[in-house]
């Protein structure tokens, strides 16, 4: 080929990286790969084991061990025995071996990014300068949270031992995301790679070892979903921390519920990539092609509903086409080569089949005429068209090299496009406006957005989902709360005058004497008598008694509330405060209830009304001081952390001080912009739905706060089941059932404690989205 000819084609040689480096180190290693446990290497006493192979040529690089029960108690006994002194190691001390970490990855750069290459089939030219680069990152970021913790996290300790499962995707990035945080914080770890992809996380433990990291502090056990198992529902486990697939997710959320686990999850996506008329067309294209085809696809935020205004959807497909055409798919050794292998046959076989299924559901598919390589597990970038927001392409994530388009006209329609899926993971926004721009991104329900850009991440900016994308965040200061939990030493600034709280109930309204009450429910704004008719004695007087549908029509009116989010912090902070002095108002009125219902002195009632009457002024004060940040990042621009509200959120009051209990609840939930639905306490719920009178005087929307009374165990499960509600927090009654309960759409459920720091019910109040802002001339 002539120089002009070259030139005129751009045709690209075969740049092959060098694998003999790392053939070395697997030949040292293995072929027969044992596992890290409490500073040293073992096999499975069962002697079982499985293959793990280069999907790119379908060549052996190993067997792996898989670890039963007999190595995963090893490895939890030795992280438990490891955490009282690893926990109190000074904050410096833990940062130095962080930074050491961090310095052996840049180090072993190259080995590792080959490793993860030979054992994923991802692009050298990824692993080289995505993965592994994020991974010493992350390391280096950490180590400094090690080294400020103290003084950043003053009334927090660690959780204690944690089991961190990952998957096959991002397997060295998905470690450090999970170990980095884990250890800053003074955790000790247990950790299993994907069976897929077992290597990088081994050499991973050479460093640990080679950095002198105390023995059990890491430990790396290898195997399938069973030894996942084992370590999610292991006893002596703390923490669990997943990713993967929703399917395992709701799975270990069942598995957990109940146990007091810290759980986090982060899980499936189907993120829209939404392209404006008035985009940079050219550069959206390049977007596209990095948001879908970056590791093959398989990728749990890659934009894979591409949402295109009609009025340039045509030309847009036009260029994405040509493109696609250009994308080269091959050795992923070759550095110049843009789509690798699929990790493993299996994973080939459901994208084949979930494509199939589009074709039969009658999408239009389109492949460029790109050759494939032969004896590995190879897919070619793929654009369907034709497609309805229903079809199961569109709402199934596929987790392949394919991407669906659909068209929009207005933005109402792309945000309600965007919108139109359980997952809430990511997004991208492309347009020039930024009216456009930022509007969308805040529509959008998701953890991350990026506008104009997409597939940032920094180690300095939390990562996560909404809805059944999962719960927690990854990565910056929100990242550490994950690995981190109050010790109980900060000054609680709830009311506690707890005196007379628990005090045993009179009888049937004994204790008052003349006062008997009756209190409806209040829902979508109006007294509601139950559904069913029913009411209950209780002390004191009688309430309704609530049924599933009384508890279906006050979430159908806490969803239609939600505009309560929008309307600025200040006006709600308005709000309550007229709560408050409205209620103030009424204290005689209200403490009288209060003795009636719970028996206690009229001393404590009055002491319990003002403590409600502070909690109705704090948190208007909070509306609008809970900011969010504007985080550094490695990208030119700014990275905006917004702490958003996270919808209908059910409360479940406690028994103790009702009123107080509810307002220490429901008030900071308001505050932040959610609408709830609230179940008073089952034992003296009068207190509480006397509030209705104050509500109804003191401009609080419709739906923004309803209450169902009732005996909860008729009532929870309907709540904690609806899939409108996206957060329960539960203050009495039995945890398990709810977090079972939660599953179905991955609702958060907080183990609600009205003694926990402000700061602590602000942040479970809220879920944080990062919008992602590049900007440069
Ligand atoms: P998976 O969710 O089964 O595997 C992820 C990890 O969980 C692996 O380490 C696996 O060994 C472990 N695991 C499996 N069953 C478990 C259990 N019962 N308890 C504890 N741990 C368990 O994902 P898989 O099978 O590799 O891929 C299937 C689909 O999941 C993909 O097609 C994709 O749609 C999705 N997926 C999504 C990911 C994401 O990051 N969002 C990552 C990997 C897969
Ligand atoms: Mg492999």
Partial sequence: MSVKEILDSLEWGPAPESDAFAREWLDEHG????????????????????????????????????????????????????????????????????????????????????????????????????????????????????????????????????????????????????????????????????????????????????????????NIVTGDGRTGALITEHEDIDKVAFTGSTEVGRVIRKATAGSGKALTLELGGKSPFIVFEDADIDSAVEGLVNAIWFNQGQVCCAGSRLLVQESVAEEFHEKLRARMGKLRVGNPMDKAVDMGAIVDEVQLKTISELCQLGCDEGATMWQPDTELPKGGWFFPPTLFTDVSPASTIVQEEIFGPVLVSLTFRSHEEAIALANNTRYGLAGSVWSQDLDTALEVARAIRAGTIWVNCTNQFDANSGFGGYRESGFGREGGREGMHAYIRPTGDHESTAAVATAGADAPAPAGGDGSGDIDRTAKMYIGGKQKRPDGGYSLDVPGGQVGRGNRKDIRDAVAAAIKAIAWAEMSAHSRAQVLYYIAENLEQRTEEFASIISASTGCSDDDAATEVADSVAEWFRWAAWADKFDGRVHETTMHGLVLALNEAIGVVGVICPDSRPLHGFTRLVAPLLAMGNTVVAIPSEAHPLAAAGIYQVLETSDLPGGVLNFVTGLRQEIVSTLAEHDGVDAIWSAAGDIAEVEVASAGNMKRVWNADTSAADEELLRAATQVKNIWLPHGV
């Fill in 31 to 218: 072929p027969d790969f044992g596992m890290y446990i409490d500073g040293g290497w073992r096999h499975a006493a069962s002697g079982e084991k499985f293959e793990t192979r280069n999907p790119a040529d379908n060549q052996l690089l190993g067997t792996i061990s898989q670890a039963g029960e007999e190595e995963v108690n090893a490895a939890v006994a030795a992280a438990r025995a490891a955490l009282p002194e690893w926990s109190s190691t000074p904050g410096h001390v833990r940062a130095r071996y962080l930074y050491a970490i961090a310095r052996q990855v840049q180090k072993h750069h190259r080995l590792l990014a080959v490793l993860e290459t030979l054992d994923n089939g991802k692009p050298i030219r990824e692993t080289r300068d995505v993965d592994v680069p994020l991974v010493a990152r992350h390391f280096y970021h950490h180590a400094g949270w090690a080294q400020l913790f103290d003084e950043t996290f003053p009334s927090y300790g660690p959780v204690g031992v944690c089991g961190q499962v990952i998957p096959w995707n991002f397997p060295l990035l998905m470690l450090a995301w999970k170990i980095a945080p884990a250890i800053a914080a003074g955790n000790t770890v247990v950790l299993k790679p994907a069976e897929f992809t077992s290597i990088s996380a081994l050499a991973f433990a050479a460093i640990c070892e080679s950095v002198g990291l105390p023995s059990g502090v890491v």
